[in-house]
């Protein structure tokens, strides 16, 4: 490499955007310095930020927003990554795949799932679903004849330009790639290593990882199902350390929701990720990928199965609306938390209660001195249980 790409390389690097969020609910924004199984260090406003790994939550590569061309076909791996894919070809114990918003990438046939080879959606998507679900102890090859699909079984030796070649009863048989819809593969080894952490790229694939660290203008991972590959960092839009850490509440499903509706609205009496109306959350001038927007005269629980020690939110009235609310919040029916809550508050409230011990979490939201759900918003942002 010549000294002038060497500079240009590393203006890429230092010039790379990456906001940051971490346990405590901070937030870091600057350039991406270098970023390894320890921490992450980024540079801003002149200073070197270094957050430990152990309390990262999650980056996001902002200027990577842009959605990459949707795949035609899809591979997804023992550990539940999906790469949306262009091409695929299998050769030996090599799957090299071209994926949509990276370069080619080789796996180890250790490392596949399966492989759809048909564009989606289609009629058969539920057949399909229902074939992954089933035991199998050879591979399959997937057909679809009309609208079913019917499996072959067998050893999928090679896939290429035109064909897919089964092994059966000795023989090989090449069976023309437009006939296949699919391959699953079945695996000898059971189980993959638990991932530390989730990589969405631009696509909207997202990869099982168990390490990230930076490598030039690239991300080198080590994935949950075993191999390690690199990734260019404009593929990346973000990564979720979160999962070992903490849950979050709009990843879970409401043991029960209940809206005493006073009004004929169509909007929902709670939403996950997004304002009742589908914006973004917002508050204080901030937007969140991630909370709850609940409106007024609504009660929802959640199952906390005595797992988990705090939960932690910033609490406000969605940014633009003019309503208030009172909150409570509770768990096994002991009330932790009493709050009325207007868009006067100067900031975000911060929610942090102990709930060691706890099986169900509560929260409601009624009207405050205004007897009228118009613009009640309540947005519980970043809504997480700490473990």
Not at 36 to 64: C, F, Y
Not at 219 to 243: E, H, N, T
Not at 291 to 297: A, D, P, Q, T, Y
Request: hydrophobic share 40%.
């Amino acid at each position: 490499m010549t000294a002038s790409a060497a500079m240009v390389l590393l203006a890429i690097v230092s010039a790379t955007p990456v906001e940051i969020s971490t346990i405590d609910g901070a937030r870091h924004s600057g350039t991406l310095a270098s970023a390894d199984s320890n921490a992450w260090k980024l540079e801003t406003g002149g200073k070197i930020v270094d957050v430990p790994l152990s309390s990262l939550l999650e980056a996001r590569l902002p200027s990577n927003g842009e959605a990459a061309p949707a795949a035609p076909y899809e591979t997804v791996l023992t550990d539940g990554s999906r790469i949306g894919t262009q091409s695929v070809t299998l050769s030996g114990d090599k799957l090299t795949i071209a994926a949509a918003s990276t370069d080619s990438i080789q796996l180890p046939r250790s490392a596949i799932e399966n492989v759809r080879l048909a564009e989606s959606p289609s009629s058969v998507d539920d057949q399909w679903a229902a074939l992954l679900e089933r035991e199998r102890r050879e591979d399959w090859l997937v057909l679809r004849k009309q609208d079913k699909l019917d499996f072959v079984p067998g050893v999928i030796s090679e896939i290429n330009e035109t064909h897919v070649v089964l092994l059966l009863d000795g023989d090989s048989v090449p069976v023309p790639r437009p006939k296949v819809f699919g391959i699953i593969l079945h695996q000898r080894q059971a189980g993959t290593a638990r991932p530390g952490g989730i990589l969405e790229l631009v696509s909207g694939d997202r990869l099982a990882v168990q390490s990230v660290s930076s490598q030039g203008a690239d991300f080198s991972l080590q994935l949950a199902a075993g191999p390690s590959i690199v990734v260019p960092m404009l593929s990346v839009r973000s990564v979720d350390f979160s999962a070992d850490k903490l849950t979050w509440l709009s990843s879970l499903k409401p043991r029960d929701v209940k809206h005493e509706f006073r009004f004929i609205d169509p909007a929902a009496a709670m939403k996950n990720d997004q304002d009742v109306w589908g914006d973004e959350l917002r508050l204080g001038n901030q937007t969140f990928s991630r909370g709850l927007c609940i409106r007024s005269k609504t009660t929802v629980q959640y199952r906390l199965n005595g797992d988990h020690s705090r939960f932690v939110a910033l609490m406000g009235i969605q940014q633009g609306y003019a309503g208030d609310v009172h909150v409570e919040i509770s768990a096994d029916g002991q009330r932790l938390l009493t709050q009325d809550v207007t868009p006067q508050d100067e900031a975000p409230l911060k929610v942090d209660l102990n709930i060691s011990g706890k099986f169900i979490l509560e929260i409601l939201v009624d009207y405050g001195k205004v007897e009228s759900d118009i613009g009640d918003h309540l947005v519980l942002a970043e809504a997480r249980l700490l473990k």
